[in-house]
């Protein structure tokens, strides 16, 4: 099996590192990260300029390679480059969780997102951080416990893993969307210039079953996504309303204007 591992933190990021040792025990490895950190990229992609893809050295015992991208440049280009068939791409691990409305700007996840566009399998790893220093053993034991459950084969999946600093056990769950206050915080600099900050704090609490109530319990949460973002209830509803007949569920049909 060949594994491509990626990541928005960057080459130089521990969590790259201990994700590319645990996939070391599943296949064979090739690293493809961001010269520099590119958290909360989101699915950004480079269209107006070259890209460079260099050996990184600093991961010896992998084939590894620096792009100046995107995650999912780095995912692209990565697929691309290799002369075999990518079976697999991992994403991470991302030092700061990816739960509930994250997955929207979340580089981490992005790259995950790129590689199943391509038809590839992924799944984005992500893990709480504060005060502590992770434990990447205890998180590699983590990871290795998924990626047992996950690699079944079959049709290419992607899924959204978050990992606790000590796992009570693996919930499946569904992602957390709640809204936020969404503020601009106003600030100074040393230099007197006024700035702002953009706050990101949820309006309720975490619903049972999702994403973030699993983490709240110390449990890893694993959220199969997917690429579809089409609000299937609403447009039952709209075909429905103007189409009521016994075929209102074809495609195909238009609103005339």
Known sequence: MRILVSNDDGIYSPGLKALAEVARSFGDVRVVA???????????????????YRPAPI??????????????????????QWDKDVDLVLSGINLG???????WHSG????????????VGAIAFSTEVGDEKPDFENLKQQVTAVLKLLMKGGEPHLYNVNLPRRSRGIAWTKQSARSYDGKMVAATDPMGRRHFWFTVVPLTGPEPGTDRWALEHGETSITPLRLDLT????????????????????TGQSERL
Do not use: W
């Open 34 to 52: 961001p010269d520099v950190e590119q958290s909360s990229m989101g699915h950004a992609i480079t269209a107006n300029r070259p890209l460079d």
């Open 59 to 80: 991961l010896k015992e992998f084939a590894a390679f620096r792009v100046n991208g995107t995650p999912a440049d780095c995912v692209a280009l990565g697929i691309s």
């Open 97 to 103: 969780l990816n739960l509930g409305n994250s997955v």
């Open 108 to 119: 981490t996840v992005a790259a995950a997102k790129q590689a199943l566009l391509l038809g």
């Open 231 to 250: 609000d299937q209830t609403e447009l039952d509803r709209l075909r429905l309303l103007h189409y009521p007949t016994p075929d209102n569920s074809k």
